[in-house]
């Protein structure tokens, strides 16, 4: 099946410095990656959409200048984390769709715990 | 607008009893309809879908879900629980016709197989 990979899958960082996400479709090309967050115990929160080529779509409540997404070519996109505060910490997690036949799926990358000291 | 309710946040079950985690959902299409389940710290692992066609669908771990149609709901079951079933289970929903929109996620049930 497809492979979503995310690196790295924990990071610790100070406040106030940025962290940079990479979400990579592996074995497939994705037009479409989504950003989710999920906070302990509860459910993916959709931050964002992003197209390859095109600015990224936001959802209601989301910074888009402290979340910088970035989807630079079919199989990787990138989310800065811009001046990271304690409350960032969370589990981001991205989803990739395929440009193929079965554009209905969509994969999901293992995570990545970020953690704001 | 698309909308999942899990309307349990904790089911318990006896191990090797069946088990039901259920899900309802709402689209203005028709729906494809997801399970997935999530171990602590890790990422979404797919169970199952409903496309088209069978009603009944059998996915991984010897886990099957049902579409209904007329009660909008799509519940994953298990004929015999397993201990190493206990994790985080997530219900998604798309409509078929919403274009590339991403999956719904329910809120989530927590499965407990007690021994």
């Known amino acids: 099946g497809a492979v979503v990979s995310q690196h790295p899958s924990w990071v610790i960082c100070k406040s106030g410095t940025s962290v940079k996400i990479e979400c990579r479709s592996l074995?497939?090309?994705?037009?479409?990656m989504f950003w989710y967050r999920q906070f302990p115990k509860q459910s993916l929160m959709l931050m964002a959409t992003s197209n390859e080529g095109s600015k990224a779509t936001y959802e209601q409540g989301v910074e888009k200048d402290k979340f910088l997404i970035n989807h630079a070519s079919l199989t990787l996109s990138t989310l800065t984390v811009t001046s990271a505060h304690p409350e960032d910490s969370s589990f981001y997690i991205c989803s990739a769709r395929d440009t193929g036949f079965s554009s209905y799926e969509q994969y999901f990358g293992p995570g990545t715990r970020l953690t704001v000291t | 607008a698309q909308s999942v309710a899990q309307p349990e946040d904790q089911v318990n079950v006896a191990e090797g009893n069946p088990l039901t985690v259920k899900c309802t959902y709402s689209?203005?299409?028709?729906?494809?309809l997801f399970w997935y389940v999530q171990y602590p710290n890790r990422g979404l692992q797919f169970l199952l879908k409903y496309i088209t066609g069978d009603n009944l669908v059998k996915g991984s771990y010897g886990f099957e879900a049902e579409f209904n149609k007329s009660q909008t709901s799509f519940h994953l079951k298990k004929p015999s629980a397993l201990v190493s079933d206990s994790a985080l289970y997530f219900c998604a929903v798309r409509d078929s016709n919403s274009g590339n929109t991403p999956l719904v996620f329910g809120k989530g049930t927590r499965l407990s197989v007690i021994a």
């Open positions: 074995d497939f090309q994705a037009t479409t």
């Open positions: 689209v203005s299409g028709n729906p494809y």
